[in-house]
DNA sequence: TCAAGCTTGATGCAATTGCATCTATTGCCT
DNA sequence: AGGCAATAGATGCAATTGCATCAAGCTTGA
């Protein structure tokens, strides 16, 4: 039913980001860091800044699953990465925040995810093909984005 | 350390792909189909043919982990779509061969599958965009590939 | 020929994910 | 105010994944 090129597409899209995300991991593994994952939610908390986020905003920024987010966030915080704090008008809900150790985590983990992405991706295409796969995939967002 | 153009791609690459699938996956579940891994194998198998095909040479095909692929065989295997040969000259391995039961299957997960990809993909690119896209990742891939 | 090492595939156990559901609030509507 | 739906986040339990290791069979080289 979907065209051969829409199939290529597809398939080449499939392998190559699982692959991409393989190395990453790995790459952050044999440095002895914590998981592409905690990368990710550790950004958008440090993004936030003083103000620090509450879990709903995370689930929407990030594709987790809010039960993921939940265990993510104990995680971090055992490991002293973030602190939860009760938010004042809310009695339901929290808001997150980074730590000194966990923007230091961060730090450590971006000198080598930053790497691979260097590697893996900068090294392989023109800055020009790297604006032009951004636009294109930005199609296939949804929602989608143009810029 | 990578360029903005690059870390740009990577998100788009990392938040489309997982988007992507997701919304595969969800199509399936929502039909009562099996999980993409599910189809993923399937079909490698299915194109081998009649000779089947032997557990190391999916897990090359496929990107999948060993104890992963053993397990999945397990499943697949215990749903009856596929069927585990003694292979003559290595009484270690094993020879997979799709059944009749397996290609139904995969041709359902196909009918649902397929239409997700023309709808995700194929509906939102030309064909000369899919093209493109295809190509651009593929020098992404490794080994990377120009066709 | 036979010990050492490699390849193939399975598996015990811990960690993570997925699903469903639960509790505690909040907001809304009457 | 009072009840009822909706929202925020946590959690019990089953399934899956990841890691390490294992067992069995092959291969090679002295």
New binding site residues.
């Given amino acids: 039913m979907p065209s051969p090129e829409a199939i290529k597409a597809w398939a080449r899209l499939m392998r190559v980001s699982r692959q991409l995300v393989e190395s990453a991991e790995e790459a952050l593994?044999a440095a002895g860091l914590p998981p592409l994952?905690w990368y990710d939610v550790l950004h958008e908390i440090a993004e936030a800044g003083e103000g620090g986020l509450?879990?709903?905003q995370l689930i929407e920024r990030t594709l987790f699953?809010?039960?993921?987010i939940?265990?993510?966030?104990?995680?971090l915080e055992a490991d002293g990465l973030v602190e939860?704090l009760p938010v004042a008008?809310?009695?339901?809900?929290?808001t997150i925040r980074i730590t000194t150790k966990g923007r230091e985590t961060r730090r450590r983990m971006w000198a080598v995810y930053g790497r691979s992405i260097a590697e893996l991706v900068g090294a392989k295409l023109s800055g020009n093909e790297l604006t032009m796969v951004s636009a294109l995939l930005g199609r296939l967002r949804h929602p989608p984005i143009a810029d």
């Fill in positions: 593994k994952a509450r879990p709903f699953a809010q039960y993921n939940s265990r993510l966030l104990a995680r939860k008008d809310d009695g339901r809900g929290q």
